[in-house]
Structures are given as C-alpha cells and as structure tokens.
C-alpha cells in the first residue's frame, strides 16, 4: 500500500510497556469504527510497513497496541512518534453532507446561488476557527474558501463537486487582485507581496 491509497489514522506516540506494546493516539472524530483494525501500516525507510494487530484496547483517549513481531521495548521505542495509516477501503463510512478533507483533493467548488463551477479544489487547510478550501481559480489566480458551520455545503461525489454557499464577492477578491494595485507606486511600493 502506498500513502495515496489509505488515510492517516493517527500516530504512535510511545511505548507502553517492556514488551513491545504501544499508545496509539486516533486523530479521528469517532474511534470506535477503527478498533477492529487487523493491520495497521507504518512508515519505515520511506515504505509503509504492515504490522498485524495481535490486541488493541482503549486507555483513556489513547488505544494500547499490541503488534505482531514488535516484542521489546526498543522495538516499541523505534515506533514511536510514527504515522499510522489505513488503505481507503477501511475509512468508516460518513454522514452525508460531510466530507473526508483528503477525498475533496481536486474536485471543484461550485457557488450555489449561481449554479456555476469556480475553482478547483487543492486542499483543506484545517488550522484556526474552522477549515477552508485552498482553490485554483485558474489563470494563477489561487484562493481560499472558508468553511465556518453556518456555510452551508453540498457534497456530490457522483460529480466529485462541492456546492457552497460563497460569500458576496469573495471570487471576485481573488479574481481582480492584479487589477485593484496601483501601478502607480515607487519601486519597493511595487515589489510588495500581496498576502
């Protein structure tokens, strides 16, 4: 399996105990589904890695893993901080009007009071308040959408399309950015970026 075939579960984060089990931590909203994992694959030498799952079971907010072949302590050690991934066709299934951020990756946005296609979606940054869609515009014109709880979104897998409610103007910020500078200014006027 390669990364583009599964989702990242989350991360070991230390060894347990002296014979070889681990804390697993599952940056996911809901575990439950994924604590009947079988294999979990790790990143060794630039590969994923298969470990079959001999017990895993909850400790607070964290999962204690017991892998085959992992047996000492330093061998749990040379796991730790390590990502832990899944193949796609283990991702719990979710509820409509949601979307997996890793899945929406090249699939356009569409204004829905306009009906049409505006940009192409690179993909989610989710830091701050709420997540935004990083966009291609086209024409290098490139753009964030932001996606607070009260914008409402459709999603069209069918059609690999996100409808939004955009707010007033915001495509036409990014799309008439260039235009909107004074091409009237000194020289280091002219050489500032436009954040």
């Known amino acids: 399996m390669t990364q583009d075939q599964g989702f990242l579960l989350g991360k070991i984060t230390k060894p347990f105990s002296f014979k070889g089990e681990v804390v ?29 799952v001999e017990g895993l079971r909850r400790n607070k907010d964290r999962y204690v893993v017991r892998l085959a072949d992992v047996t000492t302590e330093d061998q749990a050690k040379g796991l730790a901080g390590k990502d832990v991934w899944l193949p796609l066709t283990e991702m719990a299934p979710i509820a ?31 830091q701050g308040a709420y997540p935004m869609l990083e966009v291609d515009f086209g024409d290098d014109n490139t753009g964030y959408i932001p996606l607070p709880d009260h914008v409402q979104v459709d999603v ?13 103007g915001l495509v036409e910020v990014y799309l008439n950015a260039d235009e909107d500078h004074d091409d009237g200014g000194d020289e280091a006027g002219d050489d500032e970026a436009w954040d």
């Not at 009007?97 to 940054?125: L, S």
């Not at 069209?156 to 007033?168: F, K, M, S």
């Open 96 to 126: 409509d009007g949601k979307f997996y951020f890793h899945e929406v990756q090249g699939w356009t946005a569409k204004d829905r009071a306009t009906g049409q296609e505006v940009a192409t979606i690179v993909h989610v940054v989710d």
């Open 24 to 52: 697993l931590w599952m940056d996911v909203d809901d575990a439950t589904p994924y604590e009947g994992a079988s294999t979990l694959w790790v990143p060794q030498q630039g590969i994923l890695v298969p470990y079959a």
């Open 156 to 168: 069209d897998r069918a059609n690999q399309t996100l409808v939004i409610d955009l707010p007033e």
